[in-house]
């Protein structure tokens, strides 16, 4: 995103609509500019009409700085998966996908948000601290189409500058792995210069209970269980949801 100079008056009315604060003053208050470097290109600012001076405007953006607006607008189509959004809906619609049968456990770490940003050199170090333990990444995840060599988490080198809104790890593992996974996690994050949170999917067993509160317990996490359902509307495809048919 860019400020025409000539048209901004200053009246700073478009700087609380920044989700990272890239909009600033400039010394003497009489315009403001973007810091492109901290600008993640969410567009939100020209989105909702922050302007009525018509002073923002969006250059055409070329890669790799584009990556930053198909991670962070939800109005752009990732390229790489066709879908809006960061992630898939694997875990929101597991009932029909099946990508975590019994006995897995899916796991989503999301780094940047709320309102923080990510640059990429944290995913990578968050994909090299736990792809040791025993992760399968998500292929339809945009995230894994980032990387030079998924088994080393070692990103590309044109994408290690960028920064972007928010990002998702998508993985699944076992059982048993789960909570020395989440223990490194934990460990993780401490070195990181964003915010991360993690989701933790499992499917529950026949008396009810739910092996993803079991691991988290296990790592010394206490959950918080909270309700999103994506319904699938369609044919059940593992056995576990189906009754045994595929
Ligand atoms: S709202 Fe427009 S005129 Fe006011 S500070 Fe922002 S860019 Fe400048
Ligand atoms: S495009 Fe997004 S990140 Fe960039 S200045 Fe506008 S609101 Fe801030």
Known sequence: MRVNEEKCIGCLECVAYCPVGAIKEVAGGNRVFI????????GCCLRVGACEWEA????????????????SDPHVVHPSTGIYGRGTDEIKTNEVTGRYP???????????????????????????????LGV????????YNLFQDVS????????????????????RTTVVKAPQILKELDRVARELGTVMSVNIASVL???????????????GFQIRPNGKSNLGLG???HQDFSGGAR
């Open 235 to 237: 044919k059940p495809r």
């Open 56 to 71: 923002l405007w969006q250059p055409e953006l070329k890669w790799p700085r584009v990556l930053r607006a198909q991670f």
């Open 205 to 219: 067993e026949p008396d009810g209970t739910l092996p993803a509160e079991k691991v988290a317990g296990e790592a």
């Open 35 to 42: 810091n492109e470097e901290e600008c993640v290109e969410c």
């Open 102 to 132: 019994r006995g897995c456990i899916g796991i989503a770490v999301e780094l940047g948000r709320p309102g923080t940003g990510t640059g990429m050199l944290d995913i990578e170090k968050v994909a090299r601290a736990i792809l040791s």
């Open 136 to 143: 399968d990444f998500e292929k339809d995840n945009p995230t």
């Open 152 to 171: 080393q988490g070692k990103l590309r080198d044109d994408v290690r500058g960028e920064r972007v809104l928010s990002a998702i790890l998508e993985f």
